[in-house]
Nanobody, 121 residues
Framework: QVQLVESGGGLVQSGGSLRLSCAAS????????MGWYRQAPGKQRELVAT???????NYAESVKGRFVISRDRGKNTASLNMNDLKPEDAAVYYCNVDPVLTTGGRCLEVWGQGTLVTVSS
């Protein structure tokens, strides 16, 4: 199977920066898209940023110019550099891989357990 482990969440003041990291492990043959989603209390989970294996990035309008996603395909890791954080960025951030092809021939979508980002005003 495939597991995702996120790290880097925490408390930051408005205007500050954080870096989230995600490491995928397990029976991985390849990953097409790695990305970050977030869910604030009382709201639906929403896309933050994704990056394909070909290097195409996609960002939510609300984070463009402030967040940068990067990937290391060889290590199956992804990072999200978040700058100029605002109180409305506070949420649980989830790493996602979709799809991941396993060595057993399965094609999966996998979510991490989430990491909390809190932004104080």
């Amino acid at each position: 199977q495939v597991q995702l482990v996120e790290s880097g969440g925490g408390l930051v003041q408005s205007g500050g920066s954080l870096r989230l990291s995600c490491a995928a492990s397990g029976s991985i043959l390849s990953i097409y898209r790695m990305g970050w989603y977030r869910q604030a209390p009382g709201k639906q989970r929403e896309l933050v940023a994704t990056m394909t294996s070909g290097g195409k990035r996609n960002y939510a309008e609300s984070v463009k110019g402030r967040f940068v996603i990067s990937r290391d395909r060889g290590k199956n890791t992804a990072s999200l550099n978040m700058n100029d954080l605002k109180p409305e960025d506070a949420a649980v951030y989830y790493c996602n891989v979709d799809p991941v092809l396993t060595t057993g021939g399965r094609c999966l979508e996998v979510w991490g357990q989430g990491t909390l980002v809190t932004v104080s005003s």
